[in-house]
């Protein structure tokens, strides 16, 4: 019932940077959370950043002051801005978000979407 559309991974540098959105659509009555996740190989998945409808943000501390994470409520989007990439940055990254179904039941939802690959190295 709900879609997550991910755009943006791929490979760069030490150092660059790169820009993720994920853009959510279907049937929301509102989005509460709206985040991002890493998962790199033989490790456990783990949140980036995520922010929530007032426009709080929280950072995971491997990525505080190299990531920004904005949102447009207005879309059911979100971005994510990563500079200085690491190799340890490398990783599967996923979009997660959390809300409201649309309906008379107002159930509450979390979806994932199918995630994006982003590689650093040289």
């Known amino acids: 019932q709900v879609q997550l559309v991910e755009s943006g991974g791929g490979l760069v540098q030490p150092g660059g940077s790169l820009k993720l959105s994920c853009a959510a659509s279907g049937s929301i009555f509102s989005i509460n959370v709206m985040g991002w996740y890493r998962q790199a190989p033989g490790k456990q998945r783990e949140l980036v950043a995520a922010i929530t409808s007032g426009g709080t943000t929280n950072y995971a501390d491997s990525v505080q002051g190299r990531v920004s994470l904005s949102r447009a409520n207005a879309k059911n989007t979100v971005y994510l801005q990563m500079n200085s990439l690491r190799p340890e940055d490398t990783a599967v990254y996923y979009c997660?978000?959390?809300?409201?179904?649309?309906?008379?039941?107002?159930?509450?939802?979390?979806?994932w979407g199918q995630g994006t690959q982003v590689t650093v190295s040289s």
């Open positions: 997660n978000v959390r809300g409201v179904l649309s309906g008379e039941a107002r159930a509450n939802f979390a979806s």
